[in-house]
């Protein structure tokens, strides 16, 4: 069974930062996209930021210079380092992966960790 785990989510000040980390288990044949996505209270889940298995990255416009998004392919492990964080970066965040498993490809998401910036 596939399962994406998330932490290092909690509660920061604002200009304060977080690493968020999202590591993939189970029987997994290969990993292409992955990225991390957001939920704040009464809005849509929104993009964060995705990386290729190449490493190619492409981050939403309100997070640009201030996150960075990473993997270790080795650990089947995503990074999300958020610095200079705000309030407005509330949310719970969620990472993704389009992986292939024992059932074929598909789109698999974890949990959801809290990120909660104070003013």
């Known amino acids: 069974q596939v399962q994406l785990v998330e932490s290092g989510g909690g509660l920061v000040q604002a200009g304060g930062s977080l690493r968020l980390s999202c590591q993939v288990s189970g029987s997994i044949f290969g990993i292409n996209a992955m990225g991390w996505y957001r939920q704040a209270p009464g809005k849509q889940r929104e993009l964060v930021a995705t990386?290729?298995?190449?490493?190619?990255?492409n981050y939403a416009d309100s997070v640009k210079g201030r996150f960075t998004i990473s993997r270790d392919n080795a650990k089947r492990t995503v990074y999300l380092q958020m610095n200079s964080l705000k309030p407005e970066d509330t949310a719970v965040y969620y990472c993704n992966a389009d992986l292939r498993s024992t059932t074929g490809w598909g789109s698999y998401w974890g949990q959801g960790t809290q990120v909660t910036v104070s003013s």
């Open positions: 990386i290729t298995s190449g490493g190619s990255t």
